[in-house]
C-alpha cells in the first residue's frame, strides 16, 4: 500500500519508516510525487494540524496520505511551544537550533523540579474513499537547561528522558522508536489500521 507522508522532512520520513516497516506500507514523502504545497497549519490542536495536512495532501495526489504533528509542550509554559513547535518565535530567521535556543532562554526562570514537558504526536491518514484514522502519543520528561546528544533532531537534546537517565538525542533510534512520541503513535495507529483492516491482524 503507498502512503505519502505529507512532510517536506526527510528527518520524519527516516524515523516513521523504521516503525511502519511492519505496515506493509511504502511511504514516500510528497516531494517525491512532485507535490509541493504549503498547508496553513490554522488549527489549534495538534489533531486538527495533523488533519489538514493528511488531507490537503490526499486530495492533491489522490492517494492516502499520512500526516504527523508533533511538538513540545513545557507545564512551566501552559503548554507552549505546544502546536506552534516548529514555528516558535514566528522569527523566520530561526531554524531549528534558533528555536531550541529560545526555549532555554525562555525557561531560564524555571527552576528544577518544574521543568517537566511532554513530547506529543497526532498521526492522521486520510484515504481517497473518506476513511480518517487518528491517534496521539505522548513522552513525558523534563526540559535541561543546555543541549546533550547528537541523535534526533528538534527539541531532542534538551528532552530529558528519566526512566533511561538521558535525552531523546542520546538514545539509539532503535531505542527511541520503543518509547517515543511518535513511536507511542504509530503503536496506537497500528492497532486501529488493524481494527479497520488495512493490515494484517
Known amino acids: ?105 525562555n525557561t531560564e526562570h524555571v527552576p528544577d523540579g518544574q521543568r517537566q514537558a511532554q513530547f506529543v504526536c497526532v498521526i492522521t491518514m486520510v484515504t481517497p474513499d473518506g476513511q480518517v484514522i487518528q491517534a496521539r502519543g505522548e513522552i513525558h520528561g523534563e526540559l535541561l537547561r543546555a543541549p546533550v546528544g547528537e541523535n534526533g533532531f528538534g527539541y531532542d537534546p534538551i528532552f530529558y528522558y528519566p526512566p533511561f537517565g538521558m535525552t531523546t538525542a542520546e538514545m539509539d533510534p532503535e531505542i527511541k522508536n520503543q518509547v517515543s512520541h511518535r513511536g507511542n503513535a504509530l503503536k496506537v495507529f497500528y492497532e486501529k489500521l488493524k481494527e479497520k483492516g488495512y493490515a494484517d491482524q
Open 1 to 105: 500500500m503507498k502512503i505519502v507522508l505529507a512532510s517536506k522532512n526527510p528527518h520524519k520520513l527516516v524515523e516513521i519508516s523504521r516503525i511502519t516497516e511492519k505496515f506493509g506500507f511504502e511511504l514516500v514523502l510528497q516531494s517525491e510525487l512532485g507535490v509541493d504545497i504549503d498547508i496553513e497549519e490554522t488549527g489549534t490542536t495538534f489533531e486538527e494540524n495533523s488533519f489538514l495536512k493528511a488531507n490537503a495532501v490526499m486530495q492533491a495526489t489522490g492517494l492516502p496520505a499520512l500526516a504527523d504533528d508533533s511538538g513540545i509542550a513545557v507545564d512551566a509554559l501552559n503548554g507552549e511551544p505546544g502546536v506552534y513547535s516548529a514555528r516558535y518565535g514566528f522569527d523566520d530567521t530561526l531554524d531549528d537550533w534558533g528555536r531550541l535556543l529560545l526555549l532555554l532562554k
